[in-house]
């Protein structure tokens, strides 16, 4: 029994990791009339919803899970999303966590001149195609620049702190934007609806709900 004991206090715990919430809305430009009438009913939210020009949306996510990307300077933490919620107008889409990520680049990949952030996630619709969100933060510097390691706003490809993830320093305030993007079944380029604003109040608190 004393051994077991000793095991379990030796084990690295998650103590050292938080919950936390990120949340924003704002506004968006409500698509056209016909835009609305090409749309499939089975959304979650209706032509009015849309037609409101207000949205949110909310995400608790955990801060103490690893890197799934072996590049040194992009990472991806899979799972980290514990619950993500859109709302626009009057109506409520929970988007399926597992299908959630944060993703960090710290110059990573082909762009060592760009350190971005994103929380994304997509969702299936009835009709069967494809509703992805995004809360996107991207420093984009002239292609000689090189942002990796700490020449830019972020150090590394760590999990930022709550604050960054709210709100990354950017060249331009065009660079921080929430999206939303509606695809088809037909494999067509063009989506069916492509929403994206950055009229957006974002903040990060610790998460206090389960």
Not at 27 to 41: D, G, I, Y
Not at 138 to 148: C, F, G, I, M, V
Not at 183 to 191: E, F, I, N, S, V
Request: charged share 20%; net charge neutral.
């Amino acid at each position: 029994m004393p051994l077991v004991v000793v095991a379990v206090l030796a084990m690295p715990g998650k103590s050292a990791a938080a919950e936390f919430k990120l949340s924003g809305s704002g506004t968006f430009k409500p698509p056209s009339a016909e835009q609305l009438a090409a749309l499939p009913v089975d959304l979650g939210f209706s032509r009015a919803d849309l037609e409101s020009g207000n949205w949110s949306f909310s995400a608790r996510y955990d801060d103490g899970l690893p890197d799934k990307n072996p590049d040194h300077y992009a990472a991806r933490y899979v799972g980290a999303v514990r619950a993500l919620r859109l709302v626009i107008g009057n109506a409520t889409v929970d988007l399926p966590a597992e299908q959630a990520e944060i993703v960090v680049s710290d110059g990573g990949g082909a762009h060592p001149n760009r350190e971005s952030i994103r929380l994304e996630a997509k969702a299936p619709i009835p009709s069967g195609g494809t509703l992805r969100l995004a809360w996107v933060q991207a420093n984009q510097q002239p292609r000689t620049t090189d942002l990796r390691g700490s020449a830019g706003v972020l150090p590394s490809d760590a999990m930022p702190p709550p604050a960054l993830l709210a709100h990354l320093n950017t060249a331009s305030p065009f660079d921080r934007f929430l999206e939303l993007r509606i695809d088809g079944t037909g494999g067509d380029a063009k989506p069916l609806l492509y929403l994206s604003a950055s009229k957006l109040s974002v903040t990060a608190t610790p998460a206090t709900a389960p």
